[in-house]
């Protein structure tokens, strides 16, 4: 379905280009859920932004991503539109700085989804927020951006990546900052989504174990081991430095 060659993003600086990701490259088949893992800083978050065409106009961008044998860089404007959002889907990291503050939740969530005959997009919104630990979800669907928490937000756009039903969901960060239960929700969120596949960056040692098919642990720009949970963790390496070095958070009640 995806496969990334030799990607390779840089950043001008006054000296000599600052190399973020170096010679990158990813196979992701359909349906696989896949799992970045790496200290802060080490390109995770670059990669998928790379996928999307998302990076920052100064960035220095080279190699091949190809989805479905077609090469996204070499994509026009009207052909990555059609990419967007409905063949692969994007939930970015933050508390929701992607969310339109002028238009109410359940709009958002259910924008360019088709609704079922005498479906309103509220009751829609309603039945895509409720499995996400929202207990009045009809008040959230109506409520506007800045009267929900971070963390709520944070699940509203996780809510609206995976209802895209896109054949590849991009994830940031989905787990960060929520509290073990919403964790727990937002993990049994993505084990549902088996005919889908998923591309997700995380710290969250606990989701990649009990979710992902295939583990990448990338340092320093680069991909320094790959395997499922199972035979990273008995092999030592990598992911057990990652383990020793994971400290317990104290998260927010979100």
């Known amino acids: 379905m995806l496969e990334i060659r030799n990607l390779t993003i840089a950043f001008p600086t006054a000296d000599k280009p600052l190399l973020m990701v170096k010679n990158f490259s990813l196979r992701i088949e359909e349906q696989a859920k896949t799992i970045l893992l790496g200290e802060s800083g080490s390109g995770k978050s670059l990669v998928l932004l790379a ?20 090469d996204i860089g070499r994509m026009d404007a009207k052909a990555l539109q059609s ?14 700085n992607s969310l339109n503050p ?26 895509i927020l409720a499995p996400f630990g929202f207990k009045e979800a009809a008040e959230v ?46 993990i049994e969120a993505f084990q549902k989504r088996q005919t889908q596949a998923v591309l997700c960056v ?22 320094v081991e790959t395997g499922t949970y199972a035979e990273l963790h008995a092999r030592g390496g990598a992911l057990a430095a990652l383990e ?5 958070r104290q998260p927010g009640a979100e």
């Open 51 to 70: 996928i999307l065409r998302l990076l920052p106009a100064e960035a220095q961008c080279t190699g091949e991503i190809l989805f479905r044998g077609r």
């Open 141 to 186: 669907a109506r409520a506007y951006p800045h009267t929900l928490s971070g963390g709520m937000k944070q699940r509203v756009l996780i809510a609206m990546g995976l209802a895209r039903n896109a054949s590849l969901t991009l994830a940031d960060e989905p787990t960060k900052g929520l509290d073990p239960s919403r964790i727990r929700t937002v």
């Open 102 to 127: 002028l238009t109410r939740i359940g709009l958002q969530v259910t924008e360019g989804l088709p609704l079922a005959s005498g479906e309103s997009r509220e009751r829609k919104a309603i039945d």
């Open 202 to 223: 995380t710290h969250d040692l606990t989701f990649a174990e009990s979710y992902a098919d295939q583990i990448v642990v990338m340092d320093a720009g680069r991909v």
């Open 83 to 96: 990419l967007r959002g409905r063949q692969i889907a994007y939930i970015p990291q933050g508390a929701g």
């Open 244 to 248: 020793a070095r994971e400290t317990t």
